[in-house]
């Protein structure tokens, strides 16, 4: 298989109040602040020449360049080799415990360090504002550079001779130097100490996240690598996870599907919260509940597919026309007009999503009031919903169908509220939980197409569709019956692609016919071929998908099967979510667990 040339090519760094993309170029490509729905400070991602820039380039003109990580870890190495020598930038964001709370400032460092010879390096740091839109104004200090835009406030601090920023005479490395970004407040303490200890300190914390984590044996290493990038994706101070820290990167060259994508996907939620619980990150999970459960009692009315990071509801879209966009794709959108969008998924999502909280006993929230208002508010939302039509999972934005998945999550929602109140003495809510659950099931069995065994997309529909794969991994389906292996077969005949690279669906949209690969989809498919038993298959075409990472095993969201080249907001948080749940499907058919199995969702009804 032959990649393309348009890898992505960077790493990721943050912690947990930001993300910042290095490029393997060594720039900072992209980095929105002071949170991950503002504009960026450096967005040549999206616009080379009006995203601004931080970059730490040799002065000859021809340099190799290589990255990793520092092992179990999100600090990012870049090592650089010129002619005239080479050299190491070591790439963080501090994170660590202090005062019995987690230090997370709006702070960027940089490591410069000599490997060989004396090379000459120029780093320029030209950060913009509202979008590329405005620049900074540049003041000079004692040991550091001021930018100023309005109430905006950004430092660099250096131990660097600060003339070099100012004048173009390039900087011999002789040892090691620091550069400190900050947003906000200034950067005052020791330079090189305090970035030594801050680095120490960090390192120290993610290895020991790592240590914490209960990951199976099975390709331990690249579902560590996807459980550190998911955690980055969590906004600490709310528990919201986003789909991705960037926007507008296309689906597919061309085709108009570029999406804003830095914001919380409510309907996602539980395939987050089981990817969190089989590494056994408790505290991630019971943020993240914490924030759907404020959404779902603060937000009266209809429940929307995402939110914003802070639970904002209104995401008005709109367009950026001066930028040119990711290899000259436009729109640029700001916003997500899938805020409006029906999707009636999202209420069973969040019942299931939040049912460990109220049946496991490690968890606080085992108050028998609280289990029974909220069980009940959100199974009045069901009834209230489960006779509609809606947008579905993809967001279609001109027509609506009833669709097979948002009935499946109705049976689950309601297999969750059944649960629930068998396990606290709640009769009504049991009885009426068992009316959804049958209502749902009625729907589900109205989109069976009997003449070719397979269940498909809606009601009077022939269109077949990636997401029904989940009737098998959600328990709805027997994965032993003959139905279960017939309907897979029937997907595989029509959406697979090759390298068990797997379609959302292949009919026309609001954009056309797909013309990518949706990634957490072939790792759906990896799940029900392990639950249906063929577990040989479905190692082997994991071991394929993971080729599809980028250098530093870093996922897309879109693969286009022809080259293998990523598309789409990257790295997407729900391709390393489809990773590390199907390692863990395949772990257990294994017999190589992690100690937390009761996250399966055949247990629902028990």
């Known amino acids: 298989m032959s990649l393309s040339k348009h890898i992505y090519n960077s790493g990721i760094i943050g912690n947990c109040a930001f993300i910042a993309h290095v ?9 929105c602040w002071p949170t991950f729905q503002d504009s960026f400070v450096f967005g040549g991602l999206l616009d080379e020449e009006k995203g601004g820039r931080f970059d730490i380039k040799p002065v000859a003109e021809e340099f190799q360049s290589k ?8 600090i990012l190495c870049t090592v650089v080799d010129t002619n005239e020598g080479s050299y190491k930038i070591t790439d963080f964001a501090p994170r660590f415990e202090q005062y019995e709370r987690y230090f997370k400032p709006l702070t960027l460092i940089r490591k410069i360090e000599p490997i060989k010879g004396r090379p000459r390096i120029r780093v320029r740091c030209e950060p913009v504002y509202q979008y590329g839109l405005t620049s900074f104004h540049k003041n000079r200090g004692s040991n550091h550079i001021q930018f100023e835009k309005g109430d905006i406030k950004m430092r660099l601090a250096t131990d660097m ?30 330079i090189e100490r305090t ?30 690598r996807s459980a550190l990038s998911l955690k980055l994706h969590q906004f600490e101070d709310t528990g919201a996870i986003i789909a991705a820290s960037t926007t507008s990167l296309p689906e597919f060259p061309g085709s108009g599907r570029n999406w804003d994508y830095r914001y919380c996907w409510l309907r996602d939620s539980f395939y987050v919260l089981t990817a969190l619980s089989h590494v056994g990150h408790f505290e991630e999970m019971e943020k993240y509940a914490s924030y759907i459960a404020n959404i779902t009692q603060t937000d009266t009315g209809r429940l929307q597919p995402l939110y914003g990071i802070l639970g904002k509801t209104k995401l008005e879209e709109s367009h950026l026309d001066h930028l ?3 290899l000259n794709n ?3 959108r700001i916003g997500n007009q899938a805020y409006e969008h029906i999707q009636n998924d999202v209420y069973g999502q969040a019942l299931i999503a939040l049912l460990p909280l109220f049946t496991d006993q490690r968890f606080k929230y085992q108050n028998k009031m609280v289990a029974e208002g909220w069980t009940n508010f959100i199974l009045n939302k069901i009834e209230n919903t489960i006779d509609e039509t809606d947008a579905g999972i993809w967001e279609f934005r001109n027509f609506q169908q009833r669709h097979c998945y948002s009935n499946l999550f109705q049976w689950a929602g309601a297999t969750a509220a059944i649960k629930i109140a068998r396990q606290n003495g709640f009769k009504d809510i049991e009885k009426r939980a068992m009316a959804v659950q049958q209502k749902a099931a009625a729907y589900i069995e109205s989109c069976y197409d009997e003449e070719r065994g397979v269940y498909t997309n809606s009601t009077d529909s022939k269109n077949l569709d990636a997401s029904t794969l989940q009737l098998i991994m959600m328990g709805y389906l027997d994965p032993s019956s003959d139905r279960a292996k017939n309907h897979l077969a029937a997907l595989e005949k029509e959406l697979k692609g090759k390298h068990g690279l797997f379609y959302r669906y292949l009919h ?8 990518s690969t949706f990634l957490v989809c072939a790792f759906w498919y990896v799940e029900a071929l392990a639950c249906v038993g063929r577990v040989d298959e479905a190692q082997e075409v994991f071991r394929k998908l993971l080729s599809f990472g980028n250098h530093l095993m870093l996922f897309s969201e879109d693969i286009n099967e022809d080259d293998g080249s990523q598309w789409g907001n990257f790295p997407q948080a729900y391709s390393h979510v489809g990773l590390m749940n199907a390692a863990y499907r395949i772990a257990i058919k294994l017999d190589k667990p992690t100690f937390f199995e009761n996250a399966e969702m055949s247990s629902l009804g028990s």
């Open 161 to 190: 001779p600060v003339n070099h920023f100012f004048d173009d005479i390039p900087h011999v490395l002789d040892r090691p130097v620091y550069l400190i970004l900050t947003f906000g407040s200034p950067f005052e303490a020791p």
């Open 67 to 74: 990255q990793y990580y520092i092992e179990n870890t999100n």
């Open 330 to 332: 436009q729109p640029i």
């Open 324 to 326: 040119s966009g990711y």
């Open 195 to 224: 970035c030594e200890d801050f680095l120490r300190r960090t390192t120290l914390y993610w290895q020991n996240w790592v240590k914490n984590a209960s990951i199976p044996s099975f390709y331990q290493t690249q579902v560590i």
């Open 508 to 515: 026309k949209d609001d954009f056309g016919k797909p013309k």
């Open 23 to 31: 490029n393997k170029d060594t720039n900072i490509s992209w980095l």
